[in-house]
């Protein structure tokens, strides 16, 4: 999947009944379904993050350490998680324009 429909060009104007790969390309993605799926997946990440916090602070009670370890972690692991599914770096160079 490309990136390059997010970096459109503000005025840029496609050719009638072409698709730019968004979710009004495809109705199938915006069904109830998924939405309830992706609901329940993040009251579930959420509640599991509290609890693992919460265990965390009990052993170690620093609260301003753990914040920038997760803030850390989850930052590497978005930057990875785009190199495994892109095949490439994050390429902010070429965007900038």
């Not at 609901?39 to 265990?55: D, P, W």
């Not at 850390?72 to 095949?87: A, D, I, K, N, Q």
Request: aromatic share 10%; hydrophobic share 40%.
């Amino acid at each position: 999947a490309s990136l390059r429909p997010l970096f459109a060009q503000p005025g840029a104007r496609q050719a009638e009944g072409s698709c730019d790969h968004s979710f009004a390309c495809n109705r199938s993605m915006a069904s109830p379904r998924l939405l309830a799926l992706l609901v329940v997946g993040y009251y579930t990440a959420s509640t599991l993050n509290s609890v693992l916090t919460k265990q965390i602070l009990t052993s170690f009670p620093r609260p301003l350490t753990v914040t920038l370890w997760q803030q850390l972690f989850s930052s590497l692991y978005s930057v990875l998680h785009f190199r495994v599914t892109t095949g490439r770096w994050l390429d902010l160079q070429r965007h900038a324009r």
